[in-house]
């Protein structure tokens, strides 16, 4: 009969590799400093007015719209890692720059405006390598856990990112949050350079045009059920779970008469949700069946948006409860969607449909906001805050009922 602690090793998962961790450090490291420079920036802007804080923040999200299927077809064909170190050393540049003019001068909108636009474009080539990097450092059975520990480490990184940004301008302004900045991403640039990927991922063929390779992840997309499936249940969850959050918390908070210390702790409980279940996912894995347990994520959710929407006479405890069910939800949909999408790519296209992810996703989360935030003003923001329990547990079930969904297998 073999020792104790020999069986228990035989039955412990493997270790992530060192080389992912090291690399997962350094990019959650560079997530943090943009949260810094994003709040540095938002409130060197508002100092100008709400039309130039509009301008800015459009001047970050507009481009990385508008380029995030050539930035992925550009990662296809030249490898995640040199897009992210091209990207790496433009940012450190940018951040740099920034905080030498900002030193001399106080910051006009128009320098504002033009750091905001680097930052958008670059997002748009970085953020499809960034996503499918994990594809080329780790073996694809390990690669869920990898994901649901990037998922964790990134919501940490943004929770501190505005309070860590606020303190850095209360005491040297922007110049402080850029130099902040600038100093992760020369420690991502150390770490890219001394990370080499373990696993081979095939490139696309250089001798395709650009726009033409952009069309071409949309036709795989579309033509595979279950990343077609996938991109729908990302749109769903981005049209009414993401504006929970940051729309219609705060207009709950409102409409009940709470502080902003309760919207605060609500948004803390969904982080913390979202937190609790990524965490578990890193130690026990995901779901067998992925595709279900994303769509199970969206019907967990579903109860806790509820209990939001209806916490006016009860009160903050019951909206915190609900914004911790809502995160954990949030998180079980996050962690199975990401290898979902991962795995079932080809290998060709790995970058091109994690920008195809985000762009459907910033597109609903658009529409959604919109829509939902003239129904609150029409019929309050609790009715609204219904309204998205009612489509995250619709688009759950759905989900759930998909057969190539459930057909594809955690390996």
Known sequence: MAPLDTVRRSSARPALPRTYLVWLAGTRASLLG??????????????????????????????????????????????????????????????????????????????????????????????????????????????PRALAVQQAA???????????????????????????DAGTFAIVLVVLVR???????????????????????????????????????????????????????????????????????????????VVAVALVVSRRGTMRRMGRGAALGLCVAAPGITAVALAGEAGVALAVAGGIVTGAGSGMFACHIGPLVLTGAPGTHLARLQALLTLVQSLALVGGNNALGALADARGAAVATAVCAAGACAAGTTGLALKPLGRLRQP
């Open 34 to 143: 943009d949260a810094v420079l994003y709040f540095a920036l938002g409130w060197a802007a508002s100092a100008h007015g709400g039309a130039t804080g509009a301008l800015v923040l459009t001047a970050i999200t507009l481009p990385r719209t508008l380029l995030l299927l050539p930035g992925g077809a550009v990662g296809d064909r030249f490898g995640a890692r040199r897009v992210m170190l091209a990207g790496d050393a433009v940012m450190l540049t940018a951040a740099l720059a920034l905080a030498l003019a900002s030193s001399h001068l106080d910051p006009s909108p128009w320098l504002l405006v033009t750091v905001a636009a680097v930052v958008g474009t670059v997002d748009a080539f970085y953020l499809p390598a960034a996503g499918s990097m994990p594809r080329s450092l780790v073996g694809e059975a390990q690669l």
């Open 154 to 180: 990134g919501q940490i990184a943004s929770l501190l990112g505005a309070p860590l940004g606020a303190l850095l301008v209360a005491a040297a302004g922007l110049t402080g949050a850029a130099l902040a």
């Open 195 to 273: 990370v080499r990927p373990a696993f081979d991922v095939e490139r696309s063929p250089r001798g395709e045009g650009l726009l033409a390779a952009a069309a071409d992840g949309v036709r795989v997309a579309a033509g595979d059920p279950v990343l077609r499936s996938a991109l729908l249940l990302t749109a769903a969850a981005a049209c009414f779970l993401l504006p929970v959050v940051s729309l219609l918390n705060p207009l709950l908070a409102r409409e009940h008469g709470w502080s902003a210390g309760a919207a605060g702790l609500i948004a803390g409980g969904q982080s913390l949700g």
